[in-house]
């Protein structure tokens, strides 16, 4: 702090110049650095309006079933996709069905047999 007085530096703690006793004038608080906190940009929304482009299009789109309108021959072709569609999960289902009854029967003919 340069004395305005007298141009004596003074360290800047003081109120008055060291050599003439003048009042200084007070620092000035140090100026808080003001961070750019992470100014979000304008055009930043939460939600960009591109978000729904960006999902599949079979999930964006929604799928409004009113009334099966369709020719025999394409709804027997449907029928037919559909059950050879099925047919990995009627296997699932078979094989979780034969384990079940497997460990059921097992514990059930095991009680049996203790039983009597
Ligand atoms: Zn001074």
Do not use: E, H, R
Request: charged content about 5%; glycine content about 6%.
């Amino acid at each position: 702090m340069i004395c305005p007085n007298c141009n004596t530096p003074n360290p800047t703690a003081g109120k008055f110049c060291i050599n003439c006793g003048s009042s200084l004038p007070q620092a000035p608080a140090p100026a808080p650095v003001v961070q750019p906190v992470a100014a979000p940009a304008q055009n930043a929304s939460p939600l960009p309006l591109g978000a729904a482009s960006a999902l599949p299009s079979w999930a964006a789109s929604k799928v409004v079933v009113t009334d099966v309108k369709m020719p025999f021959a394409s709804m027997v072709v449907f029928m037919i996709k559909w059950s050879l569609a099925a047919i990995p999960a009627l296997i699932i289902l078979l094989v979780l069905a034969a384990i079940v009854s497997a460990v059921l029967g097992g514990v059930l003919g095991g009680l049996l047999y203790n039983g009597f």
